[in-house]
């Protein structure tokens, strides 16, 4: 099917409607027959060129065969891309008899490729209209994006991300913190304008890498606070949710970055995910710039990971993919053990606590949160008033053999679970059931 067919139909139906009125012919918009526009946009909407829409009637004709594509939406299926021939009305906006008609096709022209081809035939001196008829289908048809408390999610669920984390209580090495934010400041205030100037994309790219625990989303969450404070936009990925971690997911944080007009931060967490087949060369690009969202007023993105070994040399070697790479470490030093403790025992905190920091060296910030939590409520348990130091070092006892007993027992498991047998299901699985 060629669009010449489309456009000889086109001009049938036009002459058998309204005789020789002047048209031109052109390459329109395939969103226009996209079922989510078509019932998103209510009949008296507004249009430039002093115009409403009408409405829309569907042509029967041999040179289309209407067909729709489908897709989830929330929770609800809909139908969206459709192939398919219609005339779309407009009105004078005072004088809703002034009337006027679009002829409008769109088809798939070639088999193997799966793309819509629109052409219509819009009356002289309504190209104006009918532009920002188009201009509206467009936006109806654009993924809509959950925006909270000025956060766009993308994928994941509200649970996923909370911006409301201070951060003083963020518990690392103060240089480290000093330097991210920065980093950070110093991009938006000057490197914009300087990115500008050399004629780049104002895209800045950080990573934070680090073992599971050491408060790298947390450490996002209050860097999206204070984003947030200085009125810039905080555009969030999530790799955890149903969909997982797909192109199409960064694609759409990009459209919510390129159209946000406004400095924006886009965090993405575990990056390393979509390092992972196909989507590999894609987020390449991305970081080279080539497909990178272009927002005059600058996108700062800080990623995630737990695997820094997952980004290869390709990422790591190659200046100018990753900007800067920050180690999010675990607990080093005696005083910031002291510290993320005292934190976690709030209130019940006692000098004597302090003891057991030799314990809590080498361990992510959860380890701590959870020692202090399981002390405390073992104190609650047994009605006592204060967290003594024994309890203390019970719960992180209990907790190192806890984490020892695992190692050990998927060490020893292991080799069971993918052993001779093989439609033995998986050892994870296995773990479960014997606890
Ligand atoms: N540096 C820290 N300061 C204060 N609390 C921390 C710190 N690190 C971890 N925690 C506590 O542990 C919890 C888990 O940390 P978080 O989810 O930020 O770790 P993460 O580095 O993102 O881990 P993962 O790599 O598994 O995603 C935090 O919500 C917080 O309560
Ligand atoms: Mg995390």
Known sequence: MRYERLVQWAKQEWTARYDDAPFITIWASSECSNKIAQKQIKSGRKLRGKARYVGLEELDTDVV??????????????????????????????????????????????????????????????????????????RAVRPRIRRRRDVYIIGGTDAFFDPTVDWDDVILDPNLKSTIMDDIEAFFNEGVDIYRKLKLTPFRKLLMAGVPGTGKTMLCAALARHALNERRIVV??????????????????????????????????????????????????????????????GTLMISTTNYPEAIDDRIFKRPGRLDRIFVVPTIEKENLAEEMLRHYMADQWMDNHAKITPKLIKQPGAFVREVALHARMIAAHEHQTEVTLAMLQKSVDSLLRQMRLDGDFLLQRRPLGLGANGSRRRSGFDFEDDF
């Open 236 to 297: 969030y990925v999530s790799g955890s949710d149903r969909d997982g971690a797909t192109f199409e997911k960064m694609q759409r944080a990009f459209q919510a970055v390129a159209s946000a007009h406004l400095p924006t931060l886009l965090i993405v967490e575990e990056i390393d995910a979509y390092l992972r087949g196909d989507d590999k060369a894609r987020i390449l690009n991305v970081l080279d710039g080539i497909e990178s969202p272009n927002n005059s007023k």
């Open 65 to 138: 065969v209407p067909i729709s594509d489908y897709g989830s939406r929330g929770r609800k299926m809909v139908l969206t891309a459709t192939a398919g021939a219609f005339v779309f009305t407009f009105a004078d906006e005072k004088d809703e008899n002034d009337t006027f008609d679009v002829i409008y096709a769109s088809s798939y022209i070639d088999d193997d490729v799966q793309e819509l081809t629109a052409v219509a035939l819009v009356p002289e001196g309504r190209l104006e209209t009918w532009a920002s008829f188009e201009a509206i289908c467009a």
